[in-house]
């Protein structure tokens, strides 16, 4: 992810190929998202006119980038937790023993299969955060540019719900399911939020 070209990339997601799929768009969007940030922060240091505002810049800017990180590694961790689910179900099942093996593995691979996009989720609340912090001392002339990163985040946000229900179906745990269900709580509130950055950027621009 660190060094393929977008291009490439996009006819890999588009092949017959499983990965890279839902999980690692979720995590792009993030990455997107992040770097939109970046993007703001950079067009705003050194303003004279948003000089207040420098040091939240400088300290938003580094955070951002931080993410935009996290959320390639959170990509390339998408394609390797699916890889692991569906080495799971390809186990032997001729015996009671081979049986048991197999159903544990797959519960184990179905856990680590809903976390990561419980990690991308947490990295998109945190651009998100990110979005409303600089907002009030953004650039004017690249204030939509923070309302595409909220929108980016949002899709990656919603992205995970999907993946971690997606996974959390099949866990058979239920203190494990009541965990993954208490992060879907959390994400979906964290959808109003983007969407309160995106409503706040579209009022500035209608006046």
Do not use: C
């Not at 179900?89 to 093996?101: G, R």
């Not at 203190?175 to 983007?194: F, H, Q, T, W």
């Amino acid at each position: 992810m660190q060094h393929q070209e977008i291009g490439a990339w996009l006819d890999d997601l588009a092949s017959s190929a499983p990965a890279p799929g839902g999980g690692a768009v979720a995590a792009m969007q993030v990455a997107m998202a992040a770097g939109l940030v970046e993007m703001v922060t950079n067009l705003t240091i050194g303003n004279p006119r948003y000089a207040e505002h420098e040091q939240t810049m400088v300290e938003a800017r580094e955070q951002a980038a931080e993410q935009r990180r996290l959320a390639l590694q959170l990509a390339e961790d998408d394609a390797t937790a699916f890889t692991a689910v569906t080495d799971a179900y390809k186990l032997p099942k001729s015996t009671d023993e081979e049986k048991a093996a197999r159903s544990a593995r797959i519960q184990q691979a179905l856990l680590g299969a809903a976390e990561v996009p419980w990690r991308t989720a947490q990295a998109a609340a945190t651009v998100l955060d990110l979005a409303e912090r600089i907002l009030p001392g953004a650039n004017v002339n690249v204030l939509s540019d923070v309302a595409v990163a909220a929108s980016s985040a949002r899709a990656g946000l919603e992205a995970a719900i999907v993946n971690i229900e997606v996974n959390r179906t099949a866990i058979k745990d239920e203190d494990e399911r009541a965990r993954l269900g208490d992060a879907v709580a959390a994400i979906e509130r964290d959808l109003d939020r983007a969407s309160a950055v995106v409503a706040s950027v579209r009022k500035g621009l209608s006046r």
